[in-house]
């Protein structure tokens, strides 16, 4: 009788797995790789464009608040005011002229600063963190020749800085903004001597327009025309020009 064989019989090796490791010699090595492009002249110079690009966007809060521009604004646009013409000359003309005067004032030191940090840069010489360390030392210097002891003393001491510190290491997050509230008092100082004749020239008018009974009679309208002629005849804006570049002298 012939013998049958049992469908469930296979041969042993038939369904056998193979191994792990022969799985593992025969599987792809899945790897991810990333080609970085080489830095070149090229790149170099999108790195220094890029950097002037942020240094031109942030270049009026720098002329704000690390110039004379605060100081010379406040006192021109104090003297429009104290003359009874709040918009003679326009705002565009204060604005431009205290532009060139701060690029006057500012002369020396934008001059050091090309000398010691951007004429290196542009030759090859230094890095940009060395050029931006060498541009610090003029400014610093002309932070700190008109910032008083005491707005300094209070930044520092609310950064917990000790003190006495040497000039060289005061920190820029504490002397730039000392250097700002001593330039609002200095404008301010200047503003007041400025406003005081002009204001004796208020009362002498509103006391005269009183005594006739023209009380009606606006006096700032009455004393327009003596206060212009007496800054006319004292050349009132040479004078004030001259007093803002004294005080940087």
């Known amino acids: 009788m012939p013998e049958v064989s049992d469908p469930f019989d296979r041969p042993s090796n038939a369904g056998t ?19 970085f492009p080489e830095v070149t002249e090229n790149t170099s110079n999108s790195v220094v464009i890029i950097l002037l690009l942020t240094v031109l966007s942030i270049a009026p809060s720098l002329l704000v ?4 521009f605060t100081r010379i604004v406040i006192v021109l646009s104090l003297t429009r005011n104290a003359l009874g013409l709040p918009t003679v000359p326009p705002q565009q003309v204060v604005v ?6 701060t690029l006057f004032i500012m002369g020396p030191t934008l001059s050091e600063m090309k000398e010691v940090a951007l004429d290196p840069l542009l030759a ?33 001491d609310a950064s917990d800085t000790p003190t006495p510190i040497a000039r060289d290491e005061v920190p820029l997050n504490a ?6 509230l001593s330039e609002l008092k200095s404008g301010f100082i200047i503003g007041f001597v ?8 208020d009362l002498v008018v509103s006391a005269v327009l009183m005594a006739l009974g023209m ?9 327009l025309p003596f206060k212009l002629l007496l800054f006319v005849m004292l050349d009132g804006w040479m004078l004030v020009v001259g007093t803002l570049l004294t005080s940087y002298g």
């Open 215 to 223: 009380m009606m009679l606006p006096p700032s309208f009455v004393s």
């Open 65 to 68: 608040l690390c110039t004379s």
């Open 124 to 156: 090859g010489e230094i890095t940009t963190g060395d050029a931006l360390d060498a541009a610090q030392v003029p400014l610093r210097e002309f932070l700190l020749a008109h910032t008083r002891e005491g707005e300094l003393e209070l930044f520092l």
């Open 96 to 101: 431009g002229l205290s532009i060139f005067l």
């Open 175 to 180: 002397l730039v903004p000392a250097f700002v």
């Open 17 to 35: 797995a193979p191994d792990d490791d022969e799985e593992a010699e025969d599987a792809p090595d899945a790897s991810i790789s990333v080609d």
């Open 194 to 201: 400025i406003f005081v004749p002009f204001l004796i020239i």
